[in-house]
């Protein structure tokens, strides 16, 4: 079974601070790792993806991640936080053998302050 | 632009009363997914079509329904809303499940009076 574990359901930022949010995934096979945003009343947006290849990740809006798999890991990170971060982000994995459906953790809100 | 759109934006309904929400997709994947997001929770699978193959999560209850009549499109039918139904509704699309992420839809928000 397959689970992902957030770290904090709030973080909070200083407007050109780094970011910094959790991810941890428990799964029995090498997975399939996502982190998805998502604004307020709206769906959910694809950030960034780790499937195979380079563990370090880039995605949009400047957002990066390394899959760390010693670790069990897949920290989102960006260098500096601009206003617009402002958001819930949700780490999740899959796996990558087979067929499975994709597995939420609980999501992490960021609050950046001027 | 392709894309995963669900269809109202806001939906009102009564307890009890029967409600269907909608979604469509331009994307022509063949796998589409039905979540449920409480306020400050996790999206929760309900179930997902892969092709015209129903799959429905263990812990989804019996009101919930679902049909895809074509490829475009899925709805997501609950028979007798309860106060404890009222959540955000998230449709997704994937081709083929693998290795890409979820497209979803911008929502359906579900309040029962």
């Known amino acids: 079974a397959q689970s992902v574990t957030q770290l904090g359901s709030h973080v909070s930022v200083s407007e050109g601070a780094l970011v910094l949010l959790r991810c941890n995934y428990s799964s029995s096979v090498p997975p399939y790792l996502f982190w998805y945003v998502q604004y307020p009343n709206q769906g959910l947006q694809l950030l960034l993806k780790?499937?195979?290849?380079?563990?370090l990740v880039k995605g949009i809006n400047g957002f990066e991640a390394e899959f760390k798999k010693s670790e069990t890991s897949f920290h989102l990170t960006k260098p500096s936080a601009h206003m617009s971060d402002a958001a819930e982000y949700f780490c999740a994995v899959r796996e990558n053998s087979g067929y499975s459906t994709l597995t939420f953790g609980k999501g992490t809100m960021l609050l950046v302050s001027p | 632009d392709a894309m995963v759109i669900q269809n109202p934006r806001y939906q009102v309904t009564q307890f009890g009363k029967p409600v269907t929400l909608s979604c469509s997709q331009t994307?022509?994947?063949?796998?589409m997914y039905w979540y449920q997001q409480k306020s400050s929770q996790a999206p929760k699978l309900l179930f997902h079509y892969y092709d015209k193959d129903f799959n429905n999560e263990a812990d989804t209850p019996d009101n919930f329904q679902s049909r895809r009549p074509n490829t475009s499109f899925c709805f997501l039918d609950i028979r007798s809303p309860g106060l404890g139904d009222a959540a955000m509704y998230l449709c997704?699309?994937?081709?083929?499940?693998?290795?890409?992420?979820?497209?979803f839809g911008s929502g359906t928000r579900l309040t029962v009076v």
């Open positions: 780790y499937t195979t290849g380079a563990t």
């Open positions: 994307l022509n994947h063949n796998v």
């Open positions: 997704a699309t994937s081709r083929n499940g693998q290795g890409s992420g979820y497209t």
